[in-house]
């Protein structure tokens, strides 16, 4: 039982953070573009995710399960074709996640 509130609890923290993240994102350019303060974006970012925690923590899932598996691939690619080339997974996947 009490694996289950750690897990729980982790995938908490880890879904508040991306949702935060993904959420100010979308809403802060939104409200610029409209002519409000894009600061109030961020008061929404930081409220929603714990209004919809059931959500929060399926976010914190599904970022726990691909940063497992990155890490994962990561460790496998280094043992094959040595250390800068799992260096070179991971860089390539924060690339690929980091806004442009």
Do not use: H, Q
């Not at 002519?35 to 399926?58: E, Q, Y």
Request: proline share 5%.
């Amino acid at each position: 039982m009490e694996g289950n509130v750690v897990l729980s609890a982790i995938f908490m923290v880890v879904g508040y953070i991306a949702s935060f993240s993904i959420l100010s994102m979308i809403i802060c350019p939104i409200l610029e573009a409209v002519g409000a303060d894009g600061g109030w974006g961020i008061v929404v970012a930081l409220i929603l995710p714990l209004i919809f925690f059931p959500i929060t923590i399926g976010v914190g899932l599904v970022v726990t399960v691909i940063v497992v598996i990155v890490i994962i691939v990561a460790i496998f690619v280094s043992l094959l074709f040595g250390p800068s080339a799992g260096e070179a997974v991971i860089g390539g996947v924060t690339y690929l996640l980091i806004p442009k």
